[in-house]
């Protein structure tokens, strides 16, 4: 089985945010939900809204140009 970026995902209190997004994005969200489901031993696939999170905080997290700019002001988006 091929190795995924997106291991294991905690389950976490949500907050509701509604997008949209291309019907090619979705289709892909669910083939690699699909994937994820298959390496990661799980019965059934996660919804896409469940797996893009993840997604996205991997993404933020290895972003090299976000972290120097987080470090550079901390203080913004800070409520």
């Known amino acids: 089985m091929s190795r995924l970026r997106l291991g294991p995902i905690a389950d976490d209190k949500p907050v509701k945010l509604t997008i949209e997004l291309p019907g090619s994005l979705h289709r892909e969200l669910l083939v690699y939900a699909e994937v994820h ?3 990661n031993g799980l019965a059934a696939p996660m919804a896409p809204e469940k797996i893009a999170v ?3 905080e991997r993404f933020i997290a290895t972003d090299r140009g976000f972290a ?3 470090r550079r002001h901390p203080r913004v988006g800070q409520a």
């Open 54 to 56: 993840p997604m996205i």
């Open 68 to 70: 120097t700019e987080r």
């Open 37 to 39: 489901a298959k390496a």
